[in-house]
C-alpha cells in the first residue's frame, strides 16, 4: 500500500514559478511509474507529467518548457517544478503511482491547489 500526500501549492503571480511535492508513504523505488495530474473547475482531470520508473519523462503539450518532472527514489518524492506559470495552470494538482509490474496497483493523492493570478 503506498499513500501519497502532495504539497507546496499556492497562490502566485503569473509569470513566477512554484514547487510542488509528492511523498509516497512506501517504496516508490524504481517500479512506480508517477504521474503528476490536474483539474481544473469544470474540467476533466489531465495528465500533465509522467516520471516512468526508468526516469523518462512526458508532458502535456502546453506545459513543454516550462515544467519539470523529477524523482528522487531514496526520499521517495515526486516533484513538479513549474515556471512561467500562467492562469491556464489554475487546478487542483494530482500525484499518481502506478506499479509497472502486476498487480499495476494505481494509488492517488488528494491534491494540492495552484492558484495563478493575472
Known amino acids: 500500500q503506498v499513500q501519497l500526500v502532495e504539497s507546496g501549492g499556492g497562490l502566485v503571480q503569473a509569470g513566477g514559478s512554484l514547487r510542488v511535492s509528492c511523498a509516497a508513504s512506501?517504496?516508490?523505488?524504481?517500479?512506480?511509474?508517477m504521474g503528476w495530474y490536474r483539474q481544473a473547475p469544470g474540467k476533466q482531470r489531465e495528465l500533465v507529467a509522467l516520471?516512468?520508473?526508468?526516469?523518462?519523462?512526458n508532458y502535456v503539450d502546453s506545459v513543454k518548457g516550462r515544467f519539470t518532472i523529477s524523482r528522487d527514489n531514496a526520499q521517495n518524492t515526486v516533484y513538479l517544478q513549474m515556471n512561467s506559470l500562467k492562469p491556464e495552470d489554475t487546478a487542483v494538482y494530482y500525484c499518481?503511482?502506478?506499479?509497472?509490474?502486476?498487480?499495476?496497483?494505481?494509488?492517488w493523492g488528494r491534491g494540492t491547489q495552484v492558484t495563478v493570478s493575472s
Open positions: 516520471i516512468t520508473s526508468g526516469g523518462r519523462t
Open positions: 512506501g517504496s516508490i523505488s524504481s517500479i512506480y511509474h
Open positions: 499518481r503511482a502506478e506499479r509497472s509490474n502486476w498487480p499495476f496497483n494505481v494509488y
